[in-house]
């Protein structure tokens, strides 16, 4: 590892904590920016250090920094969002294979939209695996749909559309 991967790395994982704080809140689940972090972490870094982005930004959170968007720590793990925290980190590495190291806008959204899937496959059913198993709330598919995914989208297309424009861009600029 050199030391600019380690850099970029760490400001990634520094990026994607403050990103947890740009949020609005939608219930349950908030909408932050932290999707187009890790999208942007997938592409600029590649998949292999985007996803070391992300897993450092976790593994901080899970050792008690209060950088996830409700806090942190071990204990964390029960939070019902604490999927999609999880799913950051595969996200990102299936971002940055799917768009390449030269990403034109239209192959940064089917990465964006790969990484979107993957987030969502990994995040609902955590989800309702704590809500229905450890916190016993007992909800049903619907209401699963309109808690953690539904409301979402809007905002993910914004996400996907400001990565298939910025992160082309960016990775024309950067030093190979």
């Known amino acids: 590892m050199t030391a600019r991967k380690l850099v970029y790395v760490a400001l990634f994982a520094a990026l994607t904590a403050a990103a947890a704080f740009l949020r609005l809140p939608l219930g349950m689940v908030s909408v932050t920016a932290q999707f187009l972090v890790t999208a942007m972490a997938g592409a600029l870094l590649g998949g292999k250090w985007g996803a070391v982005s992300q897993g450092v930004y976790v593994a901080l959170g899970l050792l008690g ?4 968007t409700m806090g942190g720590g071990i204990g964390y793990v029960l939070q019902p969002t604490f999927g999609f925290v999880l799913a950051l980190i595969p996200a990102a590495w299936v971002i ?19 990484g979107l899937a993957l987030l969502y496959a990994v995040g609902l059913p955590y989800m309702a695996l704590i809500c229905n198993g450890y916190l016993r709330q007992n909800l049903p598919f619907s209401r699963l749909m309109m808690v953690g995914c539904l409301p979402f989208l809007p905002f993910d297309a914004v996400k996907v559309v400001l990565s298939a424009i910025v992160c082309p861009a960016v990775q024309r600029r950067l030093p190979r």
Do not use: E
């Open 65 to 68: 920094l209060p950088i996830f």
């Open 96 to 114: 940055g294979h799917v768009a390449g190291v030269q990403a034109t806008p239209r192959r940064m959204v089917l990465a964006c939209l790969a």
